[in-house]
Nanobody
Framework: QVQLVESGGGLVQPGGSLRLSCAAS????????MSWHRQAPGKQRDLVAY???????NYVDSVKGRFSISRDNAKNTVYLQMNSLKLEDTAVYYC?????????WGQGTQVTVSS
């Protein structure tokens, strides 16, 4: 069973930065695709960014140029660097691991952008 633990969320002013981390248990991390998703109150959970097992990345248009996803296979950790944060980035952020047709979710970390 894979467990994912997110951290790094918090309260930040518009224009500020945060770095989210997601640590995975087990030995399949390096073989897995990883992604970050977010869910604002009253809205569905949406994909923000993903990174494949070989390091290819992609982003939704709303975060391109501001967010960066990366991974450290030695630490079983995926990161989401978030810069130039906007009010509309406020949400609970979740990481997801995909391997062998199965998907695993973390518990989420709250990001609040407010002045």
């Amino acid at each position: 069973q894979v467990q994912l633990v997110e951290s790094g969320g918090g309260l930040v002013q518009p224009g500020g930065s945060l770095r989210l981390s997601c640590a995975a248990s087990g030995s399949i991390f390096r073989l897995s695709h990883m992604s970050w998703h977010r869910q604002a109150p009253g809205k569905q959970r949406d994909l923000v960014a993903y990174i494949t097992s070989d390091g290819s990345t992609n982003y939704v248009d709303s975060v391109k140029g501001r967010f960066s996803i990366s991974r450290d296979n030695a630490k079983n950790t995926v990161y989401l660097q978030m810069n130039s944060l906007k009010l509309e980035d406020t949400a609970v952020y979740y990481c997801k691991l995909i391997y062998g047709g199965s998907a695993y979710w973390g518990q989420g970390t709250q990001v609040t952008v407010s002045s």
